[in-house]
């Protein structure tokens, strides 16, 4: 039986056999870490052609992670998108409240089958991190997240769900002390503990195989939403629109439309505080090809290579880097990216929260701000999927902060309510 | 110009005739300043070192343990270039006539350009260069230029590395073998584990004529003599960058590790 929520090997000849997309990909890693990465390569390739793999991985995304997630319409938020019809693509309501459980549970499954006893992982926002310590929770494995300093201050909730949940979360003060330090941090771990420890990455970057092995793991929501789509709606969406950090949810939501030709794939980068002020994430809007966590794809860097640090007020999205598909994307054409500041995330993120009762995640948000724009460009006819990755719990306190929502902040609230008026916001 | 990768060899096998290990040191580049950078690893060579690495430090060293990041962080803060290397190395090497290779990540060489580097290494009178996160399977077009201009290609081996790939990195490789000791960062260790000299066996049992030198973890003459009794060579980083963090100064330090030098020149003479 083929499974309902599991779609390896998509039709399409990237990666190419040493994991290239293109110009982008490839398996920069150092000597020590060539024999675990080989043995993921093949340890996964042995997964996706094993119908137990599928049946273990069917049954805990109906019956633990509650799929198919919905697709909702949301009419009062598309007033303000010139009318154009708009549907999300419901992952935040996947347990965990994020998209990122859909891999996690995957490689999980996989570290059973290498038997190996521990996992580390990197996470910005904690969403994958909290993904990560729930899927230790339930298989029994050990489990260490790396989390850059500042994202656990900003991120503090997710921080105690994986305590919760039994992992230890080490905050690293290294470097900018946010997802790329993180990682940095992770891949020391893993040199040193490889022979029982397995690097779940939460990304479709890292060396290959794990941009295409993440972003298989991923397929399900885009398949998913086509289907929903054309049930709902009659046809094809004119644009699937995804926010992009690393770029999971993204190519998640993307790559079951790549062949549609019709359907454009539009990505949002965090612009930060505006391109021009150089305090920004927008990797593939401002950066260059270069190498950074084990594959060659666009790098914020500076003239000799050193990569730049990023800013964004999302902690998800706050990374220099890209997946390498994302490149190949953008590239060759198939896919838009455009920048999306936090001003205007959070503004979207209020919108919907006040016309639909969906609070999305502020990586979520920088979406939604990029359906707005693009709704009002295609006008009432115009037809989109957005990926609601991840829900807002996480993200009130910097919200709050943001809005002015704490009793205690009245001043801050008086400020902020200048400054965050939105369009039709009063009616 | 040319590179000096005959220089390097023939200061591999002068040391293998005098019947002992070759001492290679590392001291990134820019730390605590280039000129500060330029009198340690002066001292270095002038202490007993055979041959120095030059570290270009990199924003992100994953290989790196905390010291040598530290070291990195120093010298990127304060401003540090790619010339600024070449510089170290220049000097270095017209004060001393030794073989200095540059070590550093990937990155800075991709996007500096490949050809402009090695042609600015080989003219600094540079030797070769270590790249531990560009694999063998990554390396063909660094390795065309490397060796239009004379510079070594030195691969690093694991103990995590299956017999098959030992045999693909040393066919590739030139100058000599790095032995990482253990599987982990660098950093100084209490132990150099039996698995290093598991490693160099394995590795000459490729049938290899280049040196293998050993490093990682290697911090004092007594861990240079062990090590010396299995391996061409032994490579000492972080402990060097230590004795220079430690010190109160940078004359003390400059002092500092020109002792070590000396010390660690023993031990691999056996005199530990």
Redesign the interface.
Request: aromatic share 10%.
């Given at each position: 039986m083929p499974s309902d929520f599991f779609f390896p090997d998509p039709t399409g000849q990237v990666p190419s056999v040493e994991g290239y997309f293109g110009a982008f990909g490839g398996k920069f890693i150092p000597e020590a870490l060539v024999a675990a990465v080989d043995e993921v390569a093949v340890e996964y390739d042995k997964a996706k052609h094993d119908p137990e793999f599928a049946r273990e991985l069917d049954d805990l995304m109906v019956n633990y992670t509650g799929r198919p997630s919905s697709l909702t319409e949301v009419p009062r938020f598309a007033e303000h998108a010139g009318g154009a019809r708009i549907f999300l693509k419901r992952e935040d309501l996947n347990h965990t409240g994020s998209h990122k459980i859909n891999n996690v549970l995957g490689q999980a499954l996989l570290t059973k089958r290498m038997g190996k006893t521990r996992v580390i992982a990197e996470t910005g926002a904690g969403q994958h991190g909290v993904a990560t310590a729930t899927a230790c929770a339930l298989f029994g494995l050990d489990c260490t997240i790396y989390m850059g300093e500042i994202d656990t201050q900003r991120q503090a909730l997710n921080v105690a769900r994986m305590r919760m949940l039994g992992a230890e979360v080490i905050a690293v003060k290294s470097g900018s002390r946010t997802l790329k330090d993180a990682i940095n941090e992770a891949f020391r771990d893993w040199v040193a503990n490889v022979d029982h420890t397995h690097y779940l990455f939460g990304t479709v970057a890292g060396p290959h195989p794990f941009p295409a092995m993440v972003r298989d793991f991923h397929r399900v929501i885009g398949v998913e939403a086509r289907r929903q789509i054309l049930e709902r709606a009659g046809r094809l969406p004119d644009a699937a629109i995804a926010c992009v950090g690393g770029g999971s949810n993204a190519i998640g939501l993307f790559h079951a439309f790549i062949p549609d030709e019709g359907v454009r794939l539009i990505g949002c980068e965090p612009a930060g505080h505006g391109i021009e002020t150089g305090e920004h994430a927008a990797t593939l809007t401002a950066g260059e090809p270069g190498i950074l966590h084990g594959s060659r794809s666009y790098v914020l860097q500076d003239d000799e290579g050193q990569i730049t640090e990023p800013y964004s007020i999302s902690a998800g999205l706050d990374y220099p880097g890209i997946g390498p598909e994302h490149s190949y994307l953008k590239d060759s054409g198939r896919g838009e990216y455009r920048a999306v500041t936090d001003d205007a995330a959070m503004q979207a993120l209020r919108l919907l929260s006040r016309t639909e009762g969906i609070i999305p995640a502020i990586e979520s948000a920088h979406a939604l701000a990029g359906a707005l724009e693009v709704g009002r460009e295609l006008g009432k006819d115009g037809l989109i999927v957005v990926n609601l990755s991840g829900r807002g719990d996480k993200d009130m306190d910097t919200a709050a902060r943001y809005f002015g929502l704490y009793d205690t902040d009245a001043e801050v609230a008086a400020d902020a309510a200048d400054t965050a008026e939105i369009e039709g916001d009063a009616k | 110009m040319s590179g000096n990768i005959q220089l390097l060899s023939d200061t591999l096998a002068g040391a293998k005739a005098e019947g002992r290990a070759a001492l290679i040191a590392y001291l990134p580049a820019g730390f605590p300043t280039v000129d500060g950078g330029i009198e340690a690893i002066k001292a270095v060579l002038d202490g007993g070192a055979d041959v120095v690495e030059v570290g270009l430090p990199?924003?992100?060293?994953?290989?790196d343990?905390p010291v040598i990041?530290t070291a990195d962080?120093i010298a990127?803060r304060g401003g540090v270039?790619?010339a600024d290397v070449m510089r170290t190395v220049k000097e270095a090497h017209e004060a001393t006539g030794k073989p200095i290779l540059v070590m550093t990540?990937?990155?800075?060489?991709?996007?500096?350009g490949v050809e402009r580097f090695t042609a600015e290494l080989a003219e600094a009178g540079g030797a070769g260069c270590i790249l531990?996160?560009?694999?063998v399977?990554?390396s063909a077009l660094w390795r065309e230029h490397a060796e239009k201009h004379g510079l070594a290609t030195v691969?690093?081996?694991?103990?995590?590395?299956?017999d098959e790939?030992l045999a693909t990195?040393t066919a590739a490789g030139s100058g000599f073998v790095y032995a990482?000791s253990l599987?982990?960062?660098t950093g100084t260790r209490e132990s150099v584990g039996a698995q290093a000299q598991n490693l160099v066996e394995r590795t000459r049992a490729t049938g290899t004529e280049l040196p293998v030198c050993v490093g990682l973890g290697v911090s004092d003459a007594a861990q240079a003599a062990v090590v010396a009794g299995f391996a061409d060579g032994v490579i000492v980083g972080s402990a060097f960058v230590k004795r220079m963090l430690d010190a109160p100064d940078d004359a003390a330090g400059v002092a500092a590790v020109r002792e070590l030098a000396g010390d660690l020149a023993k031990g691999v003479r056996g005199q530990a």
């Open positions: - | 990199h924003s992100d060293p994953v290989l343990g990041q962080d990127l270039k790619i990540y990937w990155n800075p060489i991709d996007r500096y531990p996160d560009l694999p399977q990554e691969f690093v081996v694991a103990p995590s590395s299956k790939r990195i990482a599987m982990g960062v």
